[in-house]
């Protein structure tokens, strides 16, 4: 079963930043689970067999209060997906820093080996106004400004800034695939 | 929350509205640009003069910002009429109806968060059959106001978004990859009524234009 972790504060964001998200899911026939970091409990997390952790809108930011809310992603061992605020909550989690930088729109970037089907340049669709960078990461992609794509070194996590549900879907299909 | 909704009169923007209403939402005004390029990469409808008698018929105040339609300047001019929303109904959000156009989105997005506002996209990234079916299962009644794309010609103005449409649009997309929401910009709509409107409008005029795939068909209602 695939968890997916919404982190909206504002319900009505679910549409744009959520259901896209499971609506490439469901076309792949997998199972899944979608819940608001507030409602998750151990049950979900124990069932869960890969989880992907969903963006907001710009100028949600009230996760970024509720980061101890995220604490088990320091013994969780099974497949992590961030996007967007999701990758700031994995990175700070993992001792990163916040550091302000805004793109919203169509980017070109680089993936330096292959990254879930992607490769060389790619344009990626970008909404975000900071990102968090860990060291306990290996940067895949980057902008001309900030990381885009990371890997994590000691678990099975990867993060992305930009929006894969947007642009580049074969992202969430091949992670919940392989 | 309190909200304005860019509203060209279209389905997409209606809809939006319609959702924003249901989650409990406080729509203070519509916002509308009409622009005086036919061209405008943001904003253009055939019969968006229209938008503030669905305005009226919804009872919420509309905001009609006029535009030359260039390139750039026309963001200008969105910026002024949002700042205008934000400071007349002191409005937390926008929302809009934005499908697919990651250019128009983004550039909202941009405006939004420049005047320190929340940005809502409701439809963003729907599945474009689901759309319509939403629409007819909603009672939306709408019609096609212009027509933009081969194969499409003059006998779709006027037609409405009903099953029989879903069909015919359904083998074109499979033939022509039109898209079937009219989202790469082959159709324009409007919308006659929906569940927000106190009263079903009437058309009392319509001029149609055009040649071969392309034709608008303006109207008046009341």
Redesign the interface.
């Known amino acids: 079963m695939i968890l997916i972790i919404q982190i909206c504060k504002e319900k009505f964001h679910y549409y744009e930043f959520v259901r896209p998200i499971e609506e490439i899911i469901k076309k792949t026939n997998t199972e899944f689970i979608s819940t608001h970091y507030n409602d998750l409990n151990q049950d979900m997390l124990s069932k869960s067999e890969k989880i992907i952790i969903c963006g907001t809108s710009l100028r949600d930011n009230s996760f970024l209060d509720d980061i101890e809310e995220f604490l088990w992603l320091k013994k969780y061992d099974k497949p992590v997906l961030g996007i967007c605020g999701g990758m700031h909550i994995m990175g700070l989690v993992y001792n990163g820093n916040l550091h302000k930088k805004q793109e919203i729109g169509l980017t070109k970037i680089e993936f330096k080996k292959d990254f879930f089907g992607m490769k060389g340049s790619e344009e990626v669709y970008e909404l975000h106004n900071f990102y968090v960078l860990s060291k306990e990461c290996y940067v895949i992609a980057e902008s001309k400004n900030c990381p885009q794509a990371v890997e994590y070194k000691e678990r099975p996590f990867y993060a992305v800034l930009f929006h894969p549900e947007v642009r580049n879907r074969e992202i969430i299909r091949n992670f919940i695939l392989h | ?1 309190k909200v304005a909704v860019l509203f060209s009169g279209g389905k997409d923007s209606t809809f939006a509205a319609f ?2 209403k249901n ?1 409990g ?1 406080d729509v203070s005004c519509l916002i509308s640009l009409i622009s005086e390029n036919p061209d405008s990469y943001m904003f253009h409808t055939p019969s968006i003069s229209e938008a503030g008698k669905q305005a009226e018929t919804m009872k919420i105040p509309i905001l009609i910002q006029k535009t030359k339609g260039e390139k750039e300047l026309e963001l200008k001019d969105l910026k002024v009429v949002i700042r205008k929303a934000k400071s007349e109904f002191k409005i937390q959000g926008v929302i809009t109806g934005t499908v697919e156009s ?2 128009q989105a ?2 909202i ?2 405006i ?2 420049m005047l ?12 474009q059959f689901e759309l319509l079916e939403d629409l007819i299962k909603n009672s939306f009644e709408i019609i096609i106001t212009g027509v933009f794309a081969y194969p499409l010609d003059k006998s779709w103005l006027g037609r409405k978004i009903n099953q029989d449409f879903l069909q015919d649009v359904n083998k074109l997309y499979e033939k022509y990859k039109i898209n079937p929401a009219g989202e790469g910009g082959e159709f324009e709509t409007f919308v006659i009524n929906c569940p927000l409107f106190t009263d079903r409008l009437k058309i009392k005029y319509k001029k149609i234009r055009g040649k071969q795939n392309s034709w608008t068909m303006e109207i008046e209602v009341k």
């Open positions: 929350m959702m924003t989650h939402h990651a250019y983004s550039r997005q941009k939004c968060d320190d506002l929340d940005c809502f996209n409701p439809l963003w990234q729907k599945n």
